[in-house]
């Protein structure tokens, strides 16, 4: 009986991991496993993708946040790609992770239909601009980083202000929720200048969007917190496919690598949301705030000469 329910609870799940594997295999036969500038895909390096990617997942689903914030600075700083392959590669596996997640949240009616039509439609005209601007600056890798630093400046900041400031209420009261009821506000005028500024942004530095649609929609449109959730994964999926597959016929995805990341991901989102419950948010949230930071100063770092270890 045990083993009914867990195959019905999980059956998407299930459905996805076993295409994401046959494609993953087609690809090796084929060879097209390689990629210019990237490290060579043998069994460690598998290994270490599959663990990034579970990692990426499960911080998503304790906290939030798009697994890219994860994958990415691994994929640069410590297993030597490129840049440009690496934002490329980023975006490409959130693709599945997206899927997945948003599968879920439907299932749930997590989700406001309403703003994810007009997000998922802005975001995607500003992926496309994004992946325009990006071409110009792959060939210029130190300040297509310093321009990732940035950005993760903004998901740095904000995780360790909630986190502290989520740690510092728990002795008191809990803090109030930004948003009640089973909607969004907002015009279409502005969740489509909303979703412009983060599609760009996803297009261009290959961040999911998650970091800036679930604050954006809770601090801008006083959203509810499970709805935000539901929606921005929804809002995802289009930006990442378009996003994912504009990098793809570019040139700027390992493929092989992003599909084993996947795996991982997908894995790792359903372990985080089964388990969410046993850890603090505001401990987490503070911990890979601070993480993040150090991403983002070593990016910047490295455009200005500095060197951070």
């Known amino acids: 009986m045990q083993q009914e329910s867990f195959f019905k609870k999980y059956s998407f799940t299930i459905f996805l991991l076993a295409v ?14 390689e990629y210019e500038g990237a490290p060579s895909l043998g069994f460690g390096l598998i290994s270490i993708l ?26 640069h700083f410590w297993l030597g790609f490129p840049a440009p392959a690496a934002v490329g590669t980023t975006l490409f596996a959130v693709i599945f992770t997206a899927i997945s997640g948003g ?3 439907f299932k749930q009616k997590n989700l406001d239909r ?11 005209a500003g992926v496309i601009f994004g992946s ?14 310093f321009i990732i630093g940035i950005v993760f400046l903004w998901p740095s900041i904000r995780m360790i202000w909630e986190g502290s400031k989520g740690l510092k209420s728990n002795a008191a009261s809990p803090a109030p929720v930004p948003g009640q009821g089973e909607s969004i506000n907002g015009t279409p ?3 489509s200048v909303f979703g412009i500024i983060v599609g760009t942004l996803t297009g261009l530095v290959g961040l999911g969007g998650g970091y800036a649609l679930v604050p954006g929609l809770i ?15 929804a809002v995802m999926v289009p930006m990442a496919i378009v996003g994912g597959a504009i990098k793809l016929a570019q040139g700027f995805v390992f493929l092989a690598a992003a599909l084993v990341m996947a795996i991982g991901t997908i894995i790792g989102a359903q372990v985080g949301a089964a388990t969410i419950k046993k850890f603090k948010p505001h401990t987490l949230k503070l911990i890979f705030g ?6 983002a100063i070593k990016f910047i770092g490295n455009y200005l000469g500095i060197h951070v270890w």
Request: aromatic share 18%.
């Open 20 to 33: 994401m594997t046959a494609i993953t295999i087609a690809v090796f036969y084929t060879g097209h496993s």
């Open 50 to 75: 599959i663990i990034v990617g579970f990692g990426a997942g499960l911080l998503g689903g304790w906290i939030g946040t798009g697994g890219c914030s994860v994958m990415l600075p691994i994929l």
């Open 103 to 105: 599968y879920g949240h």
């Open 114 to 124: 309403r703003v994810s039509l007009w997000l998922g439609v802005s975001g995607i």
């Open 132 to 145: 325009w601007l990006f071409i110009y600056l792959s060939a210029q890798s130190q300040l297509l980083g």
């Open 189 to 191: 005028a502005k969740l």
């Open 219 to 233: 601090y801008l449109f006083g959203a509810p917190v499970y709805i935000t959730m539901g929606t921005s994964l």
């Open 290 to 295: 601070v993480y993040f930071f150090y991403v």
